[in-house]
């Protein structure tokens, strides 16, 4: 058994003993492998080991990853997940089925008309990022402009609205952490309460909260979805972070 695999298994049973701790169902709880500065061989583990959501920060490594694995590419799924500039736009519409750090119209605008180029893609799932701890390093929207730019993206072709994104800052205290998921999921629950009976909305569905070290606070705050790293792949080599 390789180490990514055993890691892997590990992180499983983190996932659901969470869930079950927090009276959740853990199916209901995806899991998305970041795979980041790791080489697609450790994606191959993974997939093998059963996993195939994975999650990717830079454009040009996340396109480089997803093309020396193309033979693979029906049964993967690949998330953007980190910052984007304009002029990676294209390369995000082209390559990947979600993307969870939309923080303006104009990157939603481009990735809408950019995606709508390749008709054999489905539409792109996007999620918009919320700088819950209002973190000047960080990328997000602040909570009190969230719904307007969920208006907006809702109304736009060839994306699909799923829900909200969120990095709070780093803190070693559960209840600080749980207060910055649970800030989020409240914005969450009320824009899906508001726009229950909009079209735009019919996918909104998902809190892609928490990461190796507050994966459980997260999911006690509802997150439906965790970024997982170096919990599966292993530490990091700083250099290439």
Known sequence: MSQVTANLMLVKQRLELAA????????DIQLLAVSKTFPSIAVEEA???????FGENYVQEGVEKIQQLTKLRPWLEWHFIGPMQ???????????DWVHSIDRLKIAERLS?????????SPLQVCI?????????????????????????????????????????????????????????????GIKVKHSNDLGYDFFDTLS??????????IV??????RIGSAIFGKRDRNKV
């Open 129 to 189: 990022q919320v700088n819950v701890s209002e973190e000047g390093s960080k990328s997000g929207l602040p909570l009190e402009e969230v719904e307007s730019l969920c208006d907006a993206i809702a109304k736009l072709p060839n994306l699909i609205l799923r829900g909200l994104m969120a990095i709070p800052a780093p803190s070693n205290d559960i209840s600080q952490q749980r207060r910055a998921f649970a800030a989020v999921r409240e914005c969450f629950t």
């Open 221 to 226: 705050e509802g997150s439906t979805m965790v």
């Open 20 to 27: 079950l701790a927090a009276k959740r169902d853990p199916e």
């Open 113 to 121: 008309s950019q995606r709508g180029e390749f008709s054999d893609l």
């Open 86 to 96: 304009s002029n990676k736009t294209r390369d995000v519409a082209e390559h990947f």
């Open 209 to 218: 909260m928490g990461m190796s070290d507050d994966m459980e606070a997260a």
């Open 47 to 53: 997939m093998h080991a059963g996993q195939t959501a």
